[in-house]
């Protein structure tokens, strides 16, 4: 689908095709984590926030994350000191509309997936807009970053968008979710359905513990997805219901206990998600995944997990 027919898909709207008519999108074999070298809470932005962060175990999760996705993909890192300093000196041009601060400004720029969203042939990114005062610099590191490893960089759309937080696409195609209503603006998609030449299933989210998307969908593969019920409309429901052939719902408690929503599914088998949410697991392993729970407690402490701490990327030749 493309040209006269991307459009963006309300809730209640009638789903105008199905996933067969969109074309193909090639799978994303490297993701880019953060080094979280400034990671910290130290203002409450989400209902999760707070408690003291043992710095050493951050690490050490940060690590473990780090080697569990090594096993499935090609793993990229941002170094949070060295983007700053290229800032600072003017060691390259950026269009990011906010000045960047120093690193320890910005303690939640670990959550790479908010900073923006990749594009369908994952060789460039549309920049994030923070909804929040305290994240509105983090883009400006991903630009820097992304522009020294090749990757084309497209400024934020108009309005508040938190990158792939909330902007889902479907596995192996080229359809994008996106979630709105708490962080991202509803008309950010009109826009992003013209530049990325996609058409957008937008969900609205309506409870603030489900502030982005990602903590309360994760698509596993082309036919299923793992979700929190309680995140959605009715209408939205229905909607991933009459997309997805199987929907496997995550256990209240542990969406909003464990953060069990903030998934990644990183090859169409494998399940990384936060340790501890044995129930998840299990429904995880009886629907013929495999989940690897890795160990995040001292990020969910600033209310992210797993999914939140990536961005997946094309590899450019």
Known sequence: MAGDTVRVVDEG??????????????????????????????YEINPYMGGDVNRERAIEQWRTLRDAYDRYADVAVLDPDD??????????ETTATAEPARPAAHPDLVFAANLGVPTADGDGFVLASMATEERQGEPAYLET???????????APAGTFEGAGDALWHPGNRLLWGGYGVRTDRAVYDDLADRLDVPVLVLELTDD???????????????TALIQPEAFTDDGLARIEAVFETVLEIPVEESREGMAGNAHCVDGEHVLLPAGNS????????????????ET?????????????SLELGTLD
Not at 83 to 92: I, M, N, P, Q, Y
Not at 148 to 154: K, R
Not at 279 to 294: H, K, M, Q, S
């Open 13 to 42: 709207e009638s789903l105008p095709f199905t996933v067969s008519d969109c074309a193909d999108r090639p799978g994303y074999d490297r993701i880019l984590l953060v080094r979280p070298t400034h990671f910290d809470v130290t």
């Open 83 to 92: 983007s700053w300093r290229r800032l600072d000196t003017g060691g390259g």
């Open 145 to 155: 970053w992304a522009t020294d490893a090749g990757y084309e960089i497209f400024d």
């Open 209 to 223: 513990r489900y502030y982005h998307l990602d903590v309360c969908l994760t698509p596993l593969d082309e036919t």
């Open 279 to 294: 129930e998840t697991e299990a429904i995880l392993r009886d629907a013929g995944y495999e989940p690897v729970p890795v």
């Open 297 to 309: 407690g001292e990020f969910e402490k600033a209310g992210g997990s797993v999914f939140c701490l």
